[in-house]
């Protein structure tokens, strides 16, 4: 049974900063892209940040320069630190993970969601 849980999530002041954590436990398979998403009522899910077991990365326009995706591959971890946040970054953010070599779109497991609420 594989198993996603994504921490860190919060309220925070418009310019201050958050840092998500995720964890995948129970997989056989090797893991190989994960990355966060959000969503919002009313929009579609929005790939925010991938990242490959190479360490390749790829960001939504709407982010770069703000935020960054890293990871440990022994522990299956992946992080986000969010800086300079705005309060359109206000979303349930959702860490996936896939077992596809070579895949920047992962989406094979997810994890519940944590919520980041940016306001004053």
């Known amino acids: 049974q594989i198993h996603v849980a994504e921490s860190g999530g919060g309220l925070v002041q418009p310019g201050g900063s958050l840092r998500l954590s995720c964890k995948v436990s129970?997989?056989?398979?090797?893991?190989?892209?994960m990355g966060w998403y959000r969503q919002t009522p009313g929009k579609e899910r929005e790939l925010v940040a991938s990242?490959?077991?190479?360490?390749?990365?790829n960001y939504a326009d709407s982010v770069k320069g703000r935020f960054t995706i890293s990871r440990e591959n022994a522990k299956e971890m992946v992080y986000l630190q969010m800086n300079n946040l705005k309060p359109e970054d206000t979303a349930i953010y959702l860490c996936?993970?896939?077992?596809?070599?070579?895949?920047?779109?992962?989406?094979?497991?997810w994890g519940q969601g944590t919520q980041v609420t940016v306001s004053s």
């Open positions: 996936a993970a896939d077992r596809l070599p070579g895949t920047t779109v992962p989406d094979d497991y």
């Open positions: 129970g997989s056989i398979f090797t893991i190989n892209a």
């Open positions: 990242i490959t077991s190479g360490g390749n990365t």
